[in-house]
Structure formats: C-alpha cells, structure tokens
C-alpha cells in the first residue's frame, strides 16, 4: 500500500504562486508516474500536470501550460507542482495520484493511478 499525502495548498490572489509538494510511501517511488488532478464540484476529475517514471517525461493541461511547472525528487519521494500566474479559474481541491510504470498515453488517465492522496484546496481570489 502507498500512501500520498499533498501539502501546499492555501489562498493567494490572482496572479500569484504556490506550490504543491506530494509525499508518496513508495519504496521504489522512482517506478511510479506521478500526476495532479483537480475537480470542480459536480463535475469530473480533470488533469492538471503529471511526470513519467524512469527518464522524466512531464505532461500538462492546456489551461495549464506555461505556468505551472511538474517536478519529482526521487531521493525525497516527493513531487512538484509550482504554479505560477494563477487565476480565479485555478481554485479547485488538487489531488495527487501514484501509478505503477505508466505509458505515457495512460498518464492523463485518471483511472489508471492507483494511490490518491486526500487532496490539497488552492483559492485564487480576483
């Protein structure tokens, strides 16, 4: 079992940054992809951002690119998500996910991970 726990997130206004760490339990934490999803409420979980396992290979959201950055720290077990330039339309609860060897065509896929954490509020007031 692999536990991830988020950390980071809070209120900032628009135009500003945070940062999002993810602490993942796994022994060999370097074999897992690791990515961020959001949800608005009522709707689905919606991808932000993930990085590969093994050499790193980082995706992101349209809505996202340019201005927030993935990340890992194998040696920490943890990853990354600074986001910078925030809107109003960033504020979500952001949930971290763990999965095993992913392809880089699973890792967008929500239902592939297999470990989430609880998930970490951004508010980004205008």
């Known amino acids: 079992q692999v536990q991830v726990v988020e950390s980071g997130g809070g209120l900032v206004q628009a135009g500003g940054s945070l940062r999002l760490s993810c602490a993942a339990s796994?022994?060999?934490?370097?074999?897992?992809?690791m990515a961020w999803f959001r949800q608005p409420p009522g709707k689905e979980q919606e991808f932000v951002s993930a990085?590969?396992?093994?050499?790193?290979?980082?995706d992101y959201a349209d809505s996202v690119r340019g201005r927030f950055t993935i990340s890992r720290d194998n040696a920490k077990n943890t990853v990354y998500l600074q986001m910078n330039s925030l809107k109003p339309e960033d504020t979500d609860v952001y949930y971290c996910?763990?999965?095993?060897?992913?392809?880089?065509?699973?890792?967008?896929?929500?239902?592939?991970?297999?470990?989430w954490g609880q998930g970490s509020q951004v508010t980004v007031s205008s």
């Open positions: 990085i590969s396992w093994g050499v790193p290979r980082t």
């Open positions: 796994a022994r060999t934490f370097s074999s897992y992809s």
């Open positions: 996910a763990a999965g095993f060897r992913l392809t880089p065509q699973a890792m967008g896929v929500p239902w592939r991970y297999d470990y």
